[in-house]
Nanobody, 127 residues
Framework: QVQMVESGGDLVQAGGSLRLSCTAS????????MKWWRQAPGKDREGVAC????????NARTSVKGRFTISKDSAKNMLYLQMNNLKPEDTAVYYC????????????????????WGQGTQVTVSN
């Protein structure tokens, strides 16, 4: 059984930084494309960033490119999301997800078949 645990969310002022972490049981991060998703109040869940299985290629939605960086430590089975220059529109509950790779060198941040969602971690950015 897969269990994802996200942490690191907090209340920060606009322009601030946070680093989110994710660990999991029942799943090895070096076997999957890893992803961060988020869900803002009243909105659908949306993909934020992805990192391919080998950790050599990443992609992110346009609104966070240049501000968010996804990374992982496969030895520790940890996934991270470094978020800089946070904006109020980044306010959401953030979740990590894992997908079997479809391609060797790329990943898709906007799609997922993952359905073992954790509790997520709340990020709130104030003006």
């Amino acid at each position: 059984q897969v269990q994802m645990v996200e942490s690191g969310g907090d209340l920060v002022q606009a322009g601030g930084s946070l680093r989110l972490s994710c660990t999991a049981s029942g799943l090895r991060f070096d076997e999957y494309d890893m992803k961060w998703w988020r869900q803002a109040p009243g909105k659908d869940r949306e993909g934020v960033a992805c990192l391919n299985r080998r950790g050599t290629w990443s992609n992110a939605r346009t609104s966070v490119k240049g501000r968010f960086t996804i990374s992982k430590d496969s030895a520790k089975n940890m996934l991270y999301l470094q978020m800089n220059n946070l904006k109020p529109e980044d306010t959401a509950v953030y979740y990590c997800a894992a997908d079997r790779p479809k391609f060797a060198d790329t990943c898709s941040y906007s799609t997922t078949q993952f359905d073992d969602w954790g509790q997520g971690t709340q990020v709130t950015v104030s003006n």
